[in-house]
């Protein structure tokens, strides 16, 4: 078993009110120098199987598809390897 | 990095053999060529920029100016006019010292690339325009047209796009009061989604997009400008000027409607301070726009500096900056010794505020960048004498095949259980089933205000809470009717409105218009825009509503189909007491219903002839604007004096339609009698127009009965108000249950 986990952020020329947000309350609560946030979104999949690249392909496209909205949103794709748990 | 020297108007003047990429940016070769003329040089990149986007079809309306000057000159005299044609929006005054703005606008093709976004922003996009007239918004109405209910890609951008209204109007707090929703396969590829806003002030706040007085400050305030919605800039930007830039920026504009509710207070909260001379919204063309505007509606020059434009994203080049359509943004000019409290209220409100530039008592918008002087131009020749073009225009060769075609002679129900079925059939449909599921998304009640929302004739909003004084505002356009005729179908969308507004009791003042077409470039689309622009303003002059603005939405095709045309007029009016408002929904048992107006057989573009038969043919319905008036004022006057208690306007799918739509909303019943003369069908089906059905209380039945004759308005006993079916005697029974089950679940089934 594997972990694919999908990361969609707004492209970067697109404004992002929640990270504006973000930004803003840092000062307020003594947090100085950061000049910028963007706020994105991260899906773990845990996925059967062996993470081939027909697996990767699936992801590629739900990701797309579903996940992201391209127009607005990139995202990235990268596998993680779950530790075997012990006992089993 | 190595950079192209900077294209101030120096370099261009000295590098006459330059070429510009005025092609990509939509520029046609004579364009191109007056700009050249017009400046004896050629533009720099920015001045390219903005000719570019001011002259594009969406600012410059080039091609429906020739057609649009009618409405100005067919405007009837009304003593309601305030703000007229070629300001933000038109202002109208309602009494007691309130005036009211409202216009529509489209939002159309954002909403297809980005359904969320692009509905959110055009909301954005209205409201500005409101607050830039002075006024404070308080409602937002929303005509919205889809491709098929049952197609797939229809499932992708109406929820977008209703989320999209609903995400933005709520946030801001403004309730949503109105619109429509239409289903037609015309809009698949091309849905259209117009906006429309009201806002009300005293007549003294009525503010004006100008810029007078020299040494007067220019402050942009609101968001930072990013990359947002610039569409051809990215070419000049990019590959022309300096190749190391990022690769192309994306059309689509996300908006943020916190910022806009604080643009909103802040800028009220400076007019009444009295800190502001004129103001302007940023919208489409963002500085481009409202530099060239301000400087060209006010006295004197102006002079920018562009570099103390706020930026999000510091590698935007100076064109970029001009051509940002970025949301949340205002432009306003402010007397110096005034600029430190207008800053003072923007930091209040957390808005960023920057002078970036004067009036000065030159008569040329010059624009600088790192030193350098990149745009010198008199603003007048990028605002208002943009290129104008008669386009060719002919009635389509398919037109009287079309009109030929009759729906009067389409097989009709040969029984009474057909009929039945038809009825049944009817009110399921998309196009006339229930709409909660989608309005329901949206706040209504909100600011306490709403006296009526959808799904009444018009939605209506308490404008002053001690004498009761409302205004009510109602949206209508039938695409359908247009296509069989423009000129008519222009005339029944505003005779529907019109109409709609006195059903409520409302008296009809004024008209702002969206005027949704396909290519221009086509001589039929022409034909039916120079037709429709024609018929609304013959209407508007008979009618005695004159329209106070709007907007022109062109190339609403896919490939070489144009959609529908499809005029989307809205009419404000006005009620002196909102208590006297009237519902739709039947109130009581035992009152008579009456049909008021003319009933013939009339099926070309009817709903009827698209449900049963998928059929569009034969002529639409006759239009008759005296009577729309009489009507008008029967249903005004019987309002006033309570001999009504219920009232709804005949449209689509004509009088069963609407009997079913109150019985449904008032929970109440009806019994229907076919009256003498007319047979079942036409009776139930037919769409004449100028028509409505009202229920009068047993005690006003002489007196409403005295009024209508005595003014000459035909008045028919048609039934009454009772039990739980509506029963057309010798015909058929649907009881409310089934009708309820066949009208609310279409929408839930086909969307949710």
Known sequence: MARVVVDVMLKPEILDPQGQAVQRALPRLGFEGVSDVRQGKRFELEVDGPVDDSALARIHELAESFLANTVIEDFTVKVEEVKAEAGK | ?752
């Open chain 2, 1 to 752: 990095m190595s950079r192209t020297p900077l294209d101030t108007v120096e370099h261009a003047a000295a590098t006459p053999d330059v070429e510009l990429p005025w092609a990509e940016l939509g520029l046609k070769k004579d364009e191109y060529e007056r700009v050249v003329e017009i400046l004896g040089r050629r533009p720099t990149g920015a001045e390219l920029a903005m000719y570019s986007v001011m002259w594009s079809e969406h600012c410059s309306y080039k091609s429906s100016k020739v057609h649009l000057r009618q409405f100005g000159e067919k405007a009837p005299e009304s003593d309601a006019l305030l703000v007229g044609i070629g300001e933000n929006a038109g202002v109208v005054d309602v009494g007691h010292g309130y005036a009211v703005t409202f216009k529509v606008e489209s939002h159309n093709h954002p909403s297809y690339v980005e359904p969320y976004q692009g509905a959110a922003t055009g909301v954005g996009g209205i409201v500005r325009d409101i607050i830039a007239m002075g006024a404070r918004p308080v409602a937002v109405v929303d005509p919205l047209r889809f491709g098929a209910a049952d197609h797939p890609d229809t499932k992708r951008v109406l929820p977008g796009v209703v989320a999209g209204i609903g995400g933005y109007g709520n946030c801001l707090g403004l309730p949503n009061i109105g619109g429509e929703v239409v289903f037609d396969s015309c809009y698949q590829g091309n849905p259209l989604v117009n906006a429309g806003a009201i806002g009300v002030m005293r007549h003294e706040d009525i503010h004006l997009a100008k810029a007078s007085g020299a040494g007067n400050k220019v402050i942009l305030y609101g968001a930072r400008t990013g990359g947002d919605g610039i569409g051809g800039a990215s070419i000049l930007a990019s590959e022309t000027f300096d190749d190391a830039k990022p690769s192309k920026r994306p059309a689509v504009q996300v908006g943020d409607p916190f910022q806009e509710k604080l643009l909103i207070e802040c800028t009220l909260e400076a007019f009444q301070e009295k800190l502001v001379v004129g103001i302007q919204d940023l919208g489409a063309a963002g500085l481009s726009c409202a530099t060239s505007e301000l400087a060209s509606n006010g006295s004197g020059g102006m002079r920018v500096t562009l570099d103390d434009v706020p930026l999000r994203d510091s590698t935007l080049s100076p064109e970029e900056i001009l051509m940002s359509e970025s949301q949340e943004r205002m432009c306003a000019v402010v007397e110096p010794e005034k600029v430190d409290r207008f800053l003072e209220i923007c930091d209040k409100w957390d808005v960023i505020a920057t002078v970036i530039g004067e009036v000065t008592d030159g008569d040329r918008l010059e624009i600088y960048w790192h030193g350098g002087k990149i745009v010198d131009v008199d603003p007048r020749t990028v605002a208002h004498d943009g290129p104008v073009y008669e386009r060719p225009y002919a009635r389509p060769s398919w037109q009287d095949e079309l009109q030929a075609d009759d729906a009067n002679k389409l097989p009709r129900p040969s029984s009474a259980d057909e009929l039945k079925d038809q009825v049944l059939k009817l009110v399921a449909s998309p196009n006339q089933a229930s709409k909660s599921w989608i309005t329901s998304q949206y706040d209504h009640f909100v600011q306490g205000n709403t006296v009526l929302a959808q799904p009444e004739d018009s939605g209506m909003i308490r404008v002053d809470e001690e004498s009761g004084l409302g205004v009510a505002i109602a949206t209508d356009g039938n695409g359908r009717y247009a296509k069989l005729d423009p000129y008519a179908g222009a005339q029944l969308a505003l005779a529907e409105a019109y109409r709609n507004v006195a059903t409520t009791g409302a008296k009809p003042l004024a008209v702002s218009d969206c005027l949704n077409f396909g290519s221009p470039e086509d001589p039929a689309v022409m034909w039916q825009f120079a037709e429709a622009v024609r018929g609304l303003a013959d209407a508007c002059q008979q009618l005695g509503t004159p329209v106070t603005g709007g907007n022109v939405s062109l190339y609403n095709q896919t490939g070489e189909v144009a959609i529908h045309p499809t005029p989307v007029v809205a009419v404000l009016g006005v009620i002196d007491d909102v208590a006297r408002r009237t519902p739709v929904a039947f109130q009581e048992e035992g009152q008579l219903l009456y049909l008021l107006g003319d009933t013939r057989e009339e099926f070309g573009g009817s709903a009827w002839s698209q449900v049963v038969h998928d059929h569009l043919g034969g002529l639409p319905p006759q239009v008759d604007l005296e009577r729309e008036r009489l009507l008008a004022e029967i249903l005004i006057s019987a309002s006033r004096d309570g001999m009504i208690d219920s009232a709804h306007d005949l449209s689509d799918g004509g009088l069963i339609q609407a009997v079913v739509e109150s019985a449904l909303l008032g929970g109440k019943g009806a019994r229907l009698v076919v009256p003498d003369g007319l047979d079942a069908f036409t009776f139930l089906l037919s769409e004449s127009a100028g028509r409505a059905v009202v229920a009068v209380p047993r005690s006003e039945e002489v007196r409403f009965n005295d009024m209508c004759g005595a003014r000459g308005l035909p008045v028919t006993r048609v039934g009454v108000v009772d039990g739980d079916s509506v029963e057309v005697q010798g015909e058929f029974t649907l009881t409310l249950e089934e009708l309820r089950k066949a009208h609310e679940e279409t929408i839930p089934a086909l969307l949710a």
